[in-house]
C-alpha cells in the first residue's frame, strides 16, 4: 500500500486506517491532554458555564493535564477568577492523587485593567504585566510562572507567555524548544502558546506571529497549540502541518472571522481539543463542551508518529487534493428581497449546500447588466456557511443583507451569483438568479475622488498621532498598482466627518485587488490615526483572495464621535496589489 493511500485513509478517519497499520486497534493511550483556550470569563458565574463543560470533558477522558492558552478572563476581574477556579476545583478537587497538571499560557487579556474608564484609550487600559499576572497566578493558585516545562510519562510541554519577551524572547524560547526535541528524540513536543505561527491555521495570516513560525520550521517534532484567533473547531482549517503540526484550539467564547465586503457577526465556539499519545501516533480529538459530544469522531486528526513533514497528512498539498466541493441540490435557487421602495437594503437568501461541514463561505458575485447585453462585476461579498453549528443547529437556508450602495442608481438588471467555497478553496458549481434591482433610496455626496491613486496619501504603518502621520513612509507604485506588504492606510479628506453627533454616513471605496490566492486577505476598516485608535461601528471586514477586479469597500454607520479623521486601514494578512477605483462619502437620510 502506497503512503499517499495510507495519509488518504488517515485523513478521512476511516477504520481502514487502522487495519493499515497492524496493532493501532489494540493500542491504548499513553496518556491525555486537554486544552482549551480564550474563555473570557467576566464578573459572573454564568460566565464560567463553557469552562464548567470543559473540565468535564477532561475529567471524563482521565487527562493527565490541563493547558489553558491564554486569555482567560475578558478584564482582570476578580470575580471572575473567584468562579473560575471554584469550577475548577468542583471538578479536579485540591490533593487528589488523580488530579490531573495544570498549566497557563499568560495572555494580554488578563492584564486589561476593567477599573479603567474609557478602555478604548490603548496606553492606559493595561495594568503593568506582572502585577497583572502575578494577582492572577495567586487567586488561581497557579503553579508555575511565565515559562513552563513538564512532562508527562516522559513527554514534554512547553508553555510560553503571549509576550515572548517575558520569558527571555525568541532566542531562548529556540534554545528550550531545541533541548526539548533532542532530549527526547522521535517524540511530539508539546509548545503551547498564545499567538499562532503565522500562515499556519485559521486567520493566523492576520493574527499570527511570523518570528515563531520561523523558529519552529526548523524542529519538526514539535507540536503547537494556540488560541487568540479564536475560530471554531469545525473548521478544517485549525489543523496545519508543514515544517511541524499546528492545532488551533479555537475558543471557548464568540468569534467572528473573515469574510469579504460583510459586516462581520458574531458566532459562538463551544469546542476544546484531547490529545491521545500512543507510541505509534498521535491522536487529536475536538468535543463540544455543551453535552460532551465529540465532533466529528470519524475524522479525528491522526499524525503517525515519529512525525515525517514530507508525508503529513495535514500538509496543504495533500488536503486540496483530497477537499470536497460543496453540492447544491439540483433546484437550489437564490432570493432576492428588498426592503422596501425605494430600497436601502436587498436581502439575499438561499439554501444551503448538502454537504455544509466542508464548506466556509459562499461568494456571491454581483454583476450589472451592460447595454450591449453582456455582464460587469460590480461586487463581490463573502457569507459564512452554517458549518459552526452542530448539524440540528442549522437552518439550511443563508442569508446576508446587502446594502444598496453596491448597487448603481435607477431599475437596472443584476446577476447574482452564488458560489460555495472550502476550507482550502476548492469551489464547487455555482447558482445565480437575474433580478431586476429597484430605485434605491436617495443619498447626499458629501465628498468624492475619483482619482485617488494620485489626490490621496496611501502610507505604511500604525499611525497613533499626527507626527507619526506625517513622518510614515508611501507605499510605492508600480505599473499603476500599490504594492502592498505591510499594515497600510489611506488618508480621506480633512475635516470631511465633521458633522453633528448621529449623523447617518455611507462610505464606499471602489477598488482592484491581487492578493495570495487561498490564504487570508487583508483586515480592513475605518480607524483615526490620533492615538486612541477608534474604529466605526460596522466597518470592519475582509478583502477577498487572490484577483478581484472590482471590490467595494461598502460602509454604513451613524456618527459617534464628532471632528475625528478617519483613514481606511489596510492591517495584517499578506501581501499584495491595490488600485483604488473612487471614494465618496455620503449622508443618508
Not at 465633521?498 to 464606499?508: S, V
Not at 480607524?527 to 460596522?538: A, F, P, Q
Request: positive net charge; charged residues 30%.
Amino acid at each position: 500500500m502506497s503512503e499517499t493511500m495510507i495519509n488518504r485513509r488517515i485523513f478521512i478517519g476511516s477504520a481502514a486506517a487502522f487495519a493499515a497499520f497492524p496493532g493501532w486497534a489494540d493500542e491504548k493511550p499513553l496518556f491525555r491532554v486537554g486544552f482549551m483556550t480564550d474563555t473570557h470569563v467576566k464578573r459572573t458565574k454564568e460566565s464560567c458555564a463553557r469552562v464548567k463543560g470543559a473540565f468535564k470533558v477532561f475529567k471524563d477522558l482521565d487527562c493527565r493535564a490541563v493547558v489553558h492558552c491564554g486569555d482567560l478572563a475578558d478584564w482582570h476581574y476578580e470575580e471572575g477568577y473567584r468562579y473560575y477556579l471554584e469550577e475548577l476545583e468542583s471538578a479536579f478537587p485540591p490533593g487528589r492523587e488523580d488530579r490531573p497538571q495544570f498549566l497557563y499560557v499568560l495572555a494580554n487579556h488578563d492584564a486589561l485593567d476593567p477599573k479603567r474608564t474609557d478602555p478604548k484609550l490603548r496606553a492606559t487600559r493595561m495594568m503593568d504585566l506582572d502585577i497583572a499576572f502575578k494577582d492572577m497566578v495567586r487567586r488561581l493558585k497557579i503553579d508555575h510562572w511565565y515559562f513552563e516545562q513538564r512532562e508527562i510519562c516522559g513527554y514534554p510541554i512547553l508553555v510560553f507567555p503571549q509576550t515572548i519577551a517575558r520569558s527571555g524572547g525568541y532566542g531562548e524560547l529556540e534554545k528550550k524548544v531545541a533541548r526539548a526535541c533532542a532530549d527526547h528524540p522521535g517524540k511530539p513536543v508539546f509548545v503551547c502558546t498564545h499567538h499562532a505561527a503565522k500562515d499556519t491555521c485559521y486567520n493566523s495570516g492576520s493574527w499570527g506571529d511570523a518570528t515563531l513560525r520561523k523558529v519552529l520550521d526548523k524542529y519538526p517534532q514539535v507540536v503547537l497549540f494556540t488560541g487568540h484567533t479564536h475560530g471554531s473547531l469545525r473548521n478544517e482549517l485549525s489543523i496545519w502541518q508543514g515544517g511541524f503540526t499546528a492545532v488551533d484550539v479555537c475558543c471557548l467564547q464568540e468569534w467572528h472571522g473573515l469574510s469579504a465586503g460583510m459586516p462581520l457577526r458574531g458566532k459562538q465556539s463551544y469546542g476544546v481539543v484531547v490529545a491521545e499519545v500512543y507510541p505509534s501516533r498521535l491522536v487529536i480529538r475536538r468535543f463540544d463542551v455543551r453535552d460532551g459530544s465529540e465532533i466529528f469522531p470519524d475524522r479525528r486528526w491522526i499524525v503517525p508518529l515519529p512525525f515525517d513533514p514530507k508525508t503529513a497528512p495535514f500538509r496543504i498539498e495533500e488536503r486540496l487534493r483530497t477537499s470536497r466541493p460543496g453540492v447544491f441540490a439540483a433546484d437550489a435557487k437564490i432570493t432576492c428581497v428588498p426592503d422596501a421602495t425605494p430600497f436601502g437594503k436587498m436581502k439575499v437568501s438561499f439554501p444551503a449546500v448538502r454537504n455544509e461541514e466542508d464548506v466556509g463561505l459562499y461568494r456571491v458575485e454581483i454583476a450589472r447588466r451592460e447595454g450591449g447585453g453582456g455582464w460587469e462585476k460590480s461586487a463581490v461579498c463573502e457569507i459564512f456557511s452554517e458549518f459552526y453549528k452542530r448539524p440540528q443547529d442549522r437552518t439550511g437556508v443563508l442569508e446576508g443583507e446587502v446594502s444598496c450602495g453596491f448597487f448603481d442608481a435607477g431599475e437596472t438588471d443584476y446577476r447574482f451569483t452564488v458560489t460555495p467555497v472550502g476550507f482550502f478553496g476548492t469551489v464547487g458549481r455555482e447558482i445565480s438568479t437575474v433580478f431586476r434591482v429597484p430605485a434605491k433610496k436617495p443619498s447626499e455626496v458629501l465628498w468624492r475622488c475619483d482619482n485617488p491613486m494620485d489626490e490621496l496619501e496611501f502610507r505604511y504603518g500604525w499611525p497613533k498621532n499626527a507626527d507619526e502621520m506625517r513622518k510614515a513612509k508611501p507605499v510605492p507604485k508600480k505599473d499603476g498598482w500599490y504594492v502592498v506588504s505591510g499594515n497600510s492606510w489611506l488618508s480621506l479628506k480633512p475635516g470631511v466627518w465633521d458633522l453633528p453627533k448621529g449623523t447617518k454616513l455611507r462610505l464606499i471605496a471602489e477598488m482592484s485587488l491581487d492578493q495570495v490566492p487561498i490564504l487570508e486577505g487583508w483586515n480592513f476598516y475605518l480607524k483615526t490615526n490620533d492615538g486612541t485608535e477608534r474604529s466605526l461601528r460596522g466597518g470592519w471586514m475582509s478583502t477577498p483572495c487572490g484577483k478581484t477586479e472590482s471590490f467595494r469597500y461598502v460602509v454604513e454607520t451613524e456618527l459617534a464621535v464628532p471632528g475625528l479623521d478617519y483613514a481606511i486601514t489596510f492591517a495584517r494578512g499578506n501581501g499584495g496589489r491595490v488600485r483604488f477605483k473612487n471614494v465618496r462619502l455620503e449622508k443618508l437620510d
